[in-house]
């Protein structure tokens, strides 16, 4: 049965992922000096705090002498900034942030936490507002920016007026804008501590007497992390979903498993795998989408559309939403991925065969005036009793012929299928309810 393979692969994805979860990092501990440079570039998320964390952790191990964090990002999840953080200020090795370029919105916390903040001449820290810019959230972000620049001994109203545009600092700020500091101006100020050429220079500055025996290794994600990250992004998250709810729409439409159903299920495979790998998500959430995939399978192979299409539907919504870090950010890709992939399937509708299975949720027949077929609005009980045979399968709903007329009808509780004959047991109006012929309670 085809829907059981595209569960079985689905459930195999997953587990491939999970496998590469459990890998981990040797221990390189050897007696040797070593120097960790930890890249945090791009957008941070969930992705780049478990990567971070790992390089941490293994640096450790190691007994590096310095880390370094070579930061250069528009920022990202406050949240997964804020993990990343706290993994900083735990660390009993010496951190410098290299601001290589920028560290602006949520890379200003990372950069902050380190002991020491360098950077290239044309960098850029700040310009740190959340979105949405609503007060609890500045009020949160904030907080979170003058504890940090506390417990490194940093002037937290300097820091807090990144995020905070009611924040006035005579000569620096004023009221209704958010504070961004070229390296000059934050060196002037104090933020940072020295202003470097590049990475080298860094680790002069930092470890003189042994940088010609240092080793230096520059951390590097690996594939667990690398599709966590690309996962958990906000930017291709919705685009995953997307493209899941096409292909699988797209397979449940079309004769046969193939490549739509195949690409469907790597992308959510990739989101709910990565997700739970970056942490985001617990194993249940990846239990609850596998579920509700059955449910809607179980819902395809019965008449009608009830209780088990209705809970896969929600379970599969339940799943997604609880995969995000938080819920504007859910419901913001939901909704993109909904919109967009209804769009999609709408121009595809009009190129595929439409598979026979999925008229068991939808009826695809048109019953047009021009073929015979007649409106049942008038008072149809003189078809009471009487015998037809169906043009249609009824699932529940279809079309028959009675006493010669072609007319709509409503299967009791059963499915019939096309070519049966069929007996009409009840008239409720216009409604006019059959029952197969060649069942014992109909006669």
């Known amino acids: 049965m085809r829907y059981k393979k595209a569960l079985i692969t689905f459930v195999s994805i997953c587990l491939i992922f999970t496998f590469l979860q459990i890998c981990k990092a040797e221990n390189n501990s050897d007696g040797k000096t070593y120097i960790y440079v930890i890249p945090v570039e791009g957008v941070i998320d969930n992705g780049v705090a478990v990567f971070t964390e790992r390089a941490i952790n293994e640096a450790e191990k190691t007994q590096a002498k310095a ?25 009993s090795i010496p951190t410098v942030a290299f601001i290589n370029k920028e560290a602006t919105s949520a890379g200003v916390i990372i950069a902050i936490s380190c002991e020491k903040i360098m950077a290239v001449p044309a960098a850029t820290i700040g310009a740190a507002e959340t979105r949405p810019n609503e007060e609890k959230y500045i009020s949160y972000w904030s907080s979170a920016l003058r504890a940090v620049a506390e417990a490194r001994g940093r002037d937290p109203q300097l820091v807090a007026a990144m995020a905070d545009a009611d924040i006035v600092i005579e000569g620096v700020k004023e009221k209704g804008k958010i504070l961004s500091l070229t390296t000059k101006e934050a060196l002037k100020l104090g933020l940072i501590d020295e202003q470097v050429e590049n990475l080298d220079e860094v680790i002069q500055k930092i470890l003189p007497e042994n940088k010609g025996n240092a080793e230096i290794i520059r951390a590097k994600m690996n594939l667990p992390e690398q599709i966590a990250h690309v996962a958990s992004n906000p930017y291709i998250a919705p685009i995953l979903l997307m493209i899941g709810i096409v292909g699988i729409v797209t397979e449940i439409l079309s004769p046969g498993f193939g490549i739509p159903g195949v690409i469907g299920l790597i992308a959510f495979g990739l989101f709910f795998g990565g997700s739970f790998m970056a942490g985001a998500a617990p194993a249940w959430v990846l239990g609850l989408f596998i579920l509700g995939m059955a449910l809607l399978l179980i819902e395809i192979f019965m008449p009608g559309f009830g209780v088990f299409g209705v809970t896969g539907i929600l379970s599969i919504i339940a799943a997604i939403i609880m995969a995000f870090p938080n819920l504007e950010q859910a419901l913001i890709s939901v909704i993109f991925a909904i919109a967009a992939s209804s769009i999609i399937i709408y121009f595809l509708m009009k190129r595929i065969t439409v598979n026979p299975i999925f008229n068991r949720i939808i009826l695809g027949t048109k019953q047009e005036k021009t073929e015979g077929y007649v409106a049942t609005s008038k008072d149809a009980s003189e078809f009471l009793g009487a015998k037809g045979k169906t043009i249609t399968p009824l699932r529940p709903t279809g079309a028959a012929v009675i006493n010669g007329e072609k007319v709509d009808v409503l299967a009791e509780g059963e499915f019939i299928p096309k070519n049966a004959e069929i007996v009409v047991i009840k008239v409720e109006g216009s409604k006019i309810i059959v029952r197969n012929a060649n069942n014992k309670e109909s006669e």
């Not at 920022?75 to 953080?85: F, M, P, Y």
């Open 67 to 91: 880390l370094i964090f070579e930061i250069d990002t528009p920022g990202g999840e406050v949240n997964s900034a804020i993990k990343i953080s706290n993994n900083i200020l735990r660390t």
